[in-house]
């Protein structure tokens, strides 16, 4: 069992920036898929960017593409999510997932490991 812990949501302006942080609890899920989902009220969860398990290669949803940057550090265990020029429709709790598979996808389904959430709020 991995478990995922998210932090570095909050409140900003629009315009403004976040880091997200996600640290696994242990290590072994080096060659797993990393992605960044969100989750807005009454709305449905949606993928927002996703990272292959040596980081060769990022996927992006096209709302935040130009914007957001996802990395991972294998060596903490640890996968990042970048958030520039934030806009209040990025407002959403954010999750974390891990999936065991080689190539990437945006399905939320294909991921068996998820952290709690991190609340992100973006102001006009």
């Known amino acids: 069992q991995v478990q995922l812990v998210e932090s570095g949501g909050g409140s900003v302006q629009a315009g403004g920036s976040l880091r997200l942080s996600c640290t696994a609890s242990?290590?072994?899920?080096?060659?797993?898929?990393l992605a960044w989902f969100r989750q807005a009220p009454g709305k449905e969860r949606e993928f927002v960017a996703g990272i292959n398990w040596d980081g060769s290669n990022a996927y992006y949803a096209d709302s935040v593409k130009g914007r957001f940057i996802i990395s991972r550090d294998n060596g903490e265990t640890a996968v990042y999510l970048e958030m520039n020029s934030l806009k209040p429709p990025d407002t959403a709790v954010y999750y974390c997932a891990a999936a065991d598979r080689l190539r990437l996808t945006t399905m939320a389904s294909e991921y068996i490991y998820w952290g709690q959430g991190t609340q992100v709020t973006v102001s006009s």
């Open positions: 242990r290590r072994g899920y080096s060659n797993y898929i």
